[in-house]
């Protein structure tokens, strides 16, 4: 009863996000204050519906009713709670439900939270959101239906992925999904500024924020899924290129840009058609990707599905949007004003060439992971586009831009002095001088470009302090007074600084495990040692145990300083799953602040040896440091009460018509 529930809960969301789509568009057309009303409870009604929906097949999950097709294939009796939890979304029609659900939230954000929204704008936007709802709402009704029953029911299910049934894999995917569907927002938002025929500073200020908050969704999100290939795949990386991982990088990257050109807008009234393109392309990408991992064209432990029928459809909602959204454009971009002109050399000029090589590099990353595929698609030779080429095409691409990052909140609107700016950054070209002059010292054994890049790091995060530093007239006063400007300063200024030292957080972490890693494979007996780095390990022996729903094989290595002293006790492992019978291993990592030790257990040679495989991983934990740091920079400019959509600040003193007039989401 509670699968069928579900069922029908779907079936009534279709009827409201028809509703959603039609009827406030209509109004919008004729100016109809009652149709256009008609957006905000069908909005919040397909919401609850849609939860409603995902917490039926919730319940299926948890109580094991393995009468639903969809638990039967994804969970067991064995598994624990937390992954039975998971699993709801650990499959297509699940991560499908989890999908609408995040889409109707933020249609229903949007008819709740904007009230200050024009009535015709917020119109549109919600009928393009409900468009949409439709689309996905037929596609999982029609072809991926997660309440399917089974008769008759079997006694037990198959199970989780064992690789999915880690902590991390539980709340990656809803992560990432609220990136990936938060551009829908920006989309709508442009297709709706497209068929008013007018892009503002204010439409700026209101897209602002929910393609704030999706950016810090997808950053966090590809952020943990790195993490998770990291310590569990066993190969000790933390980046490898894969076709679905480019697919989320692919939608950051022009989300980025998005964020950028909306402030152009903002501030100066340029950049509208190019805003409104990035709009479209970046929800276009996500499309993109939630059609790579559902439609059979590659295989990864990402993928979700390998049908290509479901990947038809997907495909053709992804023409019938792209195409529809593109010709929309092509329609209507002309009759767009071009706003303010501004030199070369300005932050307008910054902006522009950050928009410019992040979409250059998004589009690199876009052709190595979609070429193989269509070169296979037309039967012609199997290439393999892998860490090489991107590497070779998109660093190059932009170490230029990281090196710009600190110049831009330096330079004035319209016309910058550049020496100026120059100057301001002075102390950061200091420091970065010195960090190039001691890591040479450090590491003169090479490569050679590692300490001009922890340089770059340096510059960026150094950078970053000295924007904060210069805003605050930091030193060129009394600390009182500077400490004043800091408590006002914007929240969107302090938010900007701290994403962008994320930045170079990150960079510093990417640098020091891709120029210095250290790694041995050896096979040992039991009672063994061998040496990596300044460590070493000793092998003890391996031991049986039983998990809740796997067997591992635990090995236990003792790690030692040069001088004998014990420092840890690690253990790698080595799982295989009851019911998949799938072997997974389960690494060993002895995180500090400036290295990780890295223990991966292989398999026993036939002689008593065991394979072992040992890394040093220097300053590995600073990538996704940074990435938190990033996430946190994001969250604090969301928190600027300017770029909160229905919570104008009215400035003191004025009342009635004019304060209303000046209001600002």
Known sequence: MIAETGHFALILALALAFIQTVLPFLGAQWNDPRLMATGRPAAQGQFVLVLISFLALGAAFVTSDFSVATVAANSHTDKPMIFKIAGVWGNHEGSMLLWVLILSLFGAAVATFGRNLPDTLKARVLSVQGSISIAFLLFMLLSSNPFTRLFPAPFDGNGLNPILQDPALAFHPPFLYAGYVGFSMAFSFAVAALLEGRVDPAWARWVRPWTLAAWCSLTLGIAMGSWWAYYELGWGGWWFWDPVENAS??????????????????????????????????????????????????????????????????????????????????????????????????????????????????????????????????????????????????????????????????????????????????????????????????????????????????????????EISWRIRLFRGPFKDAWQRAKHLPRSAWGSAIAHAGVGVMVAGIVGISAWREEVVTALPVGESFRIEQYELRFDGVETHEGPNFTAQTAQVTVFTPEGEQVAVMTPEKRTYTVSQMP???????????????????????????????????????????????????????????????????????????????AHP
């Open 584 to 662: 997974t291993t389960e690494a060993a990592i002895r995180t500090r602040w400036i290295e990780d030790l890295y223990i991966v257990l292989g398999d026993e040679d036939g002689t008593g040896s065991w394979v072992m495989r040992a890394y040093v991983n220097p300053i590995v934990p600073w990538i996704w440091i940074g990435a938190v740091i990033m996430t946190f920079g994001g969250m604090v400019s969301l928190s600027d009460r300017r770029l909160r959509v229905g919570a104008p600040k009215a400035a003191k003193g004025r009342v009635g018509k004019n304060s209303k007039a000046g």
């Open 249 to 466: 990088f692919m939608p950051w990257l022009l989300g980025t840009a998005l964020l950028h050109s909306a402030i152009v807008v903002e501030k100066r009234g340029a950049l509208k058609s190019w805003t409104i393109l990035l709009a479209i392309f970046a929800f276009s990408l996500s499309l993109v990707g939630t059609f790579l991992v559902r439609s059979g064209v590659l295989t990864s432990v990402h993928a979700f599905a390998v049908d290509p029928e479901r990947g038809l459809i997907i495909l053709g909602i992804l023409v019938l949007f792209i195409g529809g959204s593109l010709g929309l454009y092509a329609w209507r971009a002309p009759a767009l004003k071009g706003g303010g002109l501004f030199a070369p050399i300005s932050r307008e000029g910054a902006l522009l060439v950050n928009n410019l090589i992040l979409a250059t590099g998004a589009l690199t990353v876009f052709v190595g992971t979609l070429y193989p595929l269509l070169l296979d698609a037309l039967d012609g030779p199997k290439i393999s586009v892998g860490p090489g080429f991107f590497n070779m095409t998109f660093v190059p691409l932009m170490v230029p831009l990281l090196f710009l990052v600190p110049f831009g909140p330096m330079l004035s609107w319209k016309r910058a002095d550049i020496a100026a700016a120059a100057q301001r950054l002075s102390v950061a070209a200091g420091v970065s001088i010195f960090t190039l002059a001691l890591v040479f010292y450090l590491r003169s054994d090479g490569p050679w470009m590692a300490p001009f890049a922890m340089a770059l790091a340096v510059w960026i995060i150094i950078g970053a302090v000295s």
